[in-house]
């Protein structure tokens, strides 16, 4: 069975940072693309960023290009978010994915992972 466990949101103020974590089991985690998405309650799941299965292709959502950084680590069979210079518009819940084709595609999009964590929330206050 596969699981994936995401961790690591909390409370931080405008401008700050934080690391998100998804960690695996059961998964081909050398196979499987990653990726992170996240939702509120008025705005249907964004897709965040994506890593490819060898790490050397990622993928950003527009709204958060240049200020998140995705990355994945083979022997932990986990994979990251660094969050810098947070905002308040970036609070939400934040959901990793999985998908056994290794590759990431454009625009990103939650019909393409097949495997979901359980989410965890980020509250950015201004």
């Known amino acids: 069975e596969v699981q994936l466990t995401d961790s690591g949101g909390g409370l931080v103020q405008a401008g700050g940072s934080l690391t998100l974590s998804c960690a695996t089991s059961g998964l081909n985690f050398g196979a499987a693309a990653m990726g992170w998405f996240r939702q509120t309650p008025d705005k249907e799941r964004e897709g965040v960023a994506c890593?490819?299965?060898?790490?050397?292709?990622?993928k950003y959502g527009d709204s958060v290009n240049g200020r998140f950084t995705i990355s994945r680590d083979l022997a932990k069979k986990t994979a990251y978010l660094k969050m810098n210079s947070l905002e308040a518009e970036d609070t939400a819940i934040y959901y990793c994915?999985?998908?056994?084709?290794?590759?990431?595609?454009?625009?990103?999009?939650?019909?393409?992972?097949?495997?979901w964590g359980q989410g965890t929330q980020v509250t950015v206050s201004s």
């Open positions: 994915a999985a998908r056994h084709a290794g590759a990431c595609f454009e625009p990103l999009s939650r019909s393409d992972f097949r495997y």
């Open positions: 890593i490819s299965w060898n790490g050397e292709s990622m």
